[in-house]
């Protein structure tokens, strides 16, 4: 039993390991796809950003937070990155959901 409580623990942070806080995290609405937090990209760095997320499921805003990349390129591929994500769809759900996410950056290979 003790095992299994461990397990679950390790499994729902993992599942929301990198979403940091927000409405959507509060009323525990899943996330439908499996995104990877770490991206490749021209810079080395992380990037928080703020989605807003409507009933069907779909990101429809994304906001910079905070971040150290200074490269606009960077930050504009993983905002488009982020957009792609997909969460539970109801309609007992408020109009937009809120929740902060951080990606982290590295850079590739040339």
Not at 17 to 44: C, F, H, W
Not at 59 to 68: F, G, P
Not at 87 to 102: D, L, W
């Amino acid at each position: 039993m003790r095992g299994l409580l461990i397990l679950f623990l390790l499994a729902s942070n993992f599942t929301f390991g990198q979403l940091i806080s927000g409405t959507l995290l509060d009323e525990g609405r899943k996330m439908l796809t499996k995104p990877a937090y770490i991206v490749e990209g021209m810079a080395n760095g992380w990037i928080k950003l703020e989605l807003a997320v409507d009933r069907t499921g779909k990101v429809t805003s994304v906001r910079q937070v905070d971040t150290n990349i200074k490269s606009t390129p960077a930050r504009f591929e993983v905002k488009k990155y982020v957009r792609t994500f997909k969460f539970q769809p109801g309609t007992y759900y408020p109009k937009f959901h809120h929740v902060i996410v951080k990606i982290t950056v590295m850079k590739g290979r040339e």
